[in-house]
């Protein structure tokens, strides 16, 4: 395989016709080596428009989502952000690249240790990866300029919106499979929140997130 023109060929065909039209962003997709966080199995689907399974039942975003999400955050360089969801690391990486500081969190040893591997052979020193269950928030750190939850959520815990700064963003991928949407909610005030549906998707529900019908309102 010739990887670069794949990785060519994954922005090409896939994550610009995704309205990915950030050019920084776009940029950032060939510095940030994706084969590099994929486990060894499954380097060959490194660029496919698949979610690549990284074991106990968690696997990779595709690779439009990962880069929509990169774009509608709009990172500045002095903002620190909070991760749920580590994974192999791959998306703590392109966040660091934008970002000062990225706190990931993740609930699995397996994938804490990939993802501090894959993040340390890359280079990447501005991201700390924790292990925990932060699918109710995580207060080391807060509040956070952004905060990314890189799993399905029914719905968003109150205890986020208290640990983002005024002006900050959260991305949540909120609703019920097969129907989710990517809301961008925005801290206007200590008090008001903006929401904005920017895409639909669908994906697997973060580990450790309480379903809906559980909470009491």
């Known amino acids: ?19 990915v039209l950030d050019q920084d962003v776009l940029d950032l997709l060939l510095i940030v080596k ?3 966080f994929v486990p060894a199995d499954y380097k060959s689907l490194a660029f496919v428009d698949t ?4 074991g106990a ?5 595709t690779p439009k989502l990962e880069a929509r999400l990169l774009q509608e955050l709009q990172l500045k360089k002095h903002e620190t952000v909070l991760e749920i969801g ?29 993802a501090e591997t894959n993040l340390a052979k ?19 750190g807060a509040p956070f300029d952004v905060i990314v939850i890189s799993g399905g959520l ?5 205890a986020f919106l208290k640990q983002v700064k005024l002006g900050g963003r959260i991305a949540a991928l909120i609703g019920r499979a097969p129907v989710m949407s990517c809301n961008i909610v925005t801290r206007v005030s200590e008090t008001a929140f903006e929401t904005t549906k920017v895409f639909e998707t669908n994906v697997k529900y973060l580990s450790g997130a309480v379903a809906s019908s559980h909470f009491t309102f």
């Open 154 to 158: 029914e719905v968003l815990p109150d």
């Open 1 to 19: 395989m010739n990887i670069e023109q794949a990785r060519f060929n994954m922005i090409e065909q896939q994550i610009r016709p995704w309205n």
């Open 51 to 54: 979610e690549i399974p990284l």
């Open 86 to 114: 580590a994974g192999s690391g791959y998306m703590a990486a392109l966040l660091a690249h934008k970002a000062r500081h990225v706190t990931t969190v993740e609930i699995l040893p397996e994938l804490k240790t990939m």
């Open 57 to 61: 039942g968690e696997s990779m975003f």
């Open 34 to 36: 994706r084969e590099d």
């Open 122 to 140: 890359a280079g990447i020193t501005n991201v700390t990866v924790a292990l925990g269950n932060g699918a109710q928030g995580w207060t080391q």
